[in-house]
């Protein structure tokens, strides 16, 4: 959600009146978004401190004309009602979070605020409330083409704040919507240098390319980027089909290199055993006795050998000549 100050000839009108109206608000927000319930700092005390203002000085100068002329007539409430308008267009309340631009004779002349702001009446007027609280803008692109001719959606949330409230309103006319059109510009012009694929695992890389590409842009305009998030990125449903096979195909490619490889050591590790086996007896009948030990221990059961068989697993002796 982001916050948009009104325009210039509004904010002359309010500072003339000496009541400034509250900034207007420019939301732009994400489907299924309706629920959420927004709470948002209220500029009424400050709207009220300009109405108590004109009414203070309307009635000084009235009851100053009855104390003068003894009557209170037509020509009486119009120059009281110019007395007000005067106090209420030289002293204004600036929020804690704001920052008011002044403008003397059409120029430059300040950056007050906040607290009590006066200014000069007819000379002097306030031109703009700049906000300087971090705002937050949703934005999007869609039936963007990637770099491959895929059309995709990103919707994403950039993170912002006016640092230097003289550019914001002598650089640009409506810095909020600047903002906004900027981010949409700059994340279309990164989906189309990437494919559909890259853009599906560099989600972070794209925040980065966002944030530096904005804040490049955006510098002179007295606007900071704290942060950029991708929230979403849809893909057609005939191609998620399609990616979803590729993928499962690519596992499965992995799986075999991998049990190939393993197969592949496996057979050089037997060639070894098998030339050892071939060398030393002893080493082929205790491998035999191994491989009994192993059946007999994972069946459970009993091992019965032939004569002929167990006697590979003692050592012939001598015979005993009479």
């Given at each position: 959600?982001?916050?948009?100050?009104?325009?210039?000839?509004?904010?002359?009108?309010?500072?003339?009146?000496?009541?400034?109206?509250?900034?207007?608000?420019?939301?732009?927000?994400?489907?299924?978004?309706?629920?959420?319930?927004?709470?948002?700092?209220?500029?009424?005390?400050?709207?009220?401190?300009?109405?108590?203002?004109?009414?203070?000085?309307?009635?000084?100068?009235?009851?100053?004309?009855?104390?003068?002329?003894?009557?209170?007539?037509?020509?009486?409430?119009?120059?009281?009602?110019?007395?007000?308008?005067?106090?209420?267009?030289?002293?204004?309340?600036?929020?804690?979070?704001?920052?008011?631009?002044?403008?003397?004779?059409?120029?430059?002349?300040?950056?007050?605020?906040?607290?009590?702001?006066?200014?000069?009446?007819?000379?002097?007027?306030?031109?703009?409330?700049?906000?300087?609280?971090?705002?937050?803008?949703?934005?999007?692109?869609?039936?963007?083409?990637?770099?491959?001719?895929?059309?995709?959606?990103?919707?994403?949330?950039?993170?912002?704040?006016?640092?230097?409230?003289?550019?914001?309103?002598?650089?640009?006319?409506?810095?909020?919507?600047?903002?906004?059109?900027?981010?949409?510009?700059?994340?279309?012009?990164?989906?189309?240098?990437?494919?559909?694929?890259?853009?599906?695992?560099?989600?972070?890389?794209l925040d980065e390319e966002l944030k530096d590409a904005l804040e490049?842009?955006?510098?002179?305009?007295?606007?900071?980027?704290?942060?950029?998030?991708?929230?979403?990125?849809?893909?057609?449903?005939?191609?998620?089909?399609?990616?979803?096979?590729?993928?499962?195909?690519?596992?499965?490619?992995?799986?075999?290199?991998?049990?190939?490889?393993?197969?592949?050591?496996?057979?050089?590790?037997?060639?070894?055993?098998?030339?050892?086996?071939?060398?030393?007896?002893?080493?082929?009948?205790?491998?035999?006795?191994?491989?009994?030990?192993?059946?007999?221990?994972?069946?459970?059961?009993?091992?019965?050998?032939?004569?002929?068989?167990?006697?590979?697993?003692?050592?012939?002796?001598?015979?005993?000549?009479?």
């Amino acid at each position: 959600m982001s916050n948009v100050n009104a325009g210039s000839k509004k904010h002359e009108f309010s500072s003339m009146i000496g009541a400034p109206s509250s900034d207007a608000s420019h939301i732009a927000e994400p489907a299924g978004s309706s629920g959420v319930v927004r709470r948002r700092a209220s500029r009424n005390g400050a709207i009220v401190f300009g109405v108590v203002v004109f009414v203070v000085a309307f009635c000084l100068v009235t009851a100053l004309w009855w104390a003068l002329s003894g009557e209170v007539s037509l020509p009486a409430l119009v120059v009281a009602a110019l007395g007000g308008w005067l106090a209420a267009s030289s002293i204004h309340v600036v929020l804690e979070w704001e920052k008011a631009v002044v403008l003397r004779f059409g120029k430059f002349n300040r950056v007050a605020g906040p607290g009590i702001v006066f200014t000069i009446p007819i000379v002097e007027f306030y031109t703009l409330r700049v906000d300087q609280r971090v705002a937050s803008t949703y934005f999007g692109a869609e039936e963007t083409l990637t770099g491959d001719l895929v059309p995709v959606n990103v919707d994403a949330v950039i993170f912002w704040m006016v640092w230097s409230a003289k550019a914001a309103c002598t650089e640009v006319e409506d810095y909020a919507q600047a903002v906004s059109w900027m981010a949409q510009t700059a994340m279309r012009k990164a989906i189309g240098r990437t494919t559909v694929a890259e853009l599906a695992s560099r989600r972070d890389q794209l925040d980065e390319e966002l944030k530096d590409a904005l804040e490049e842009k955006l510098n002179d305009w007295g606007i900071t980027i704290i942060d950029v998030e991708v929230r979403d990125i849809v893909i057609p449903k005939e191609l998620q089909h399609a990616m979803a096979a590729e993928a499962v195909a690519e596992r499965k490619k992995n799986a075999r290199m991998v049990l190939a490889e393993a197969e592949a050591d496996i057979s050089d590790m037997l060639k070894d055993a098998g030339v050892v086996y071939e060398e030393s007896a002893e080493a082929m009948k205790l491998r035999q006795m191994h491989l009994a030990y192993e059946s007999v221990e994972e069946s459970g059961g009993t091992l019965v050998l032939p004569s002929s068989f167990a006697e590979g697993f003692v050592e012939e002796k001598p015979s005993k000549r009479a």
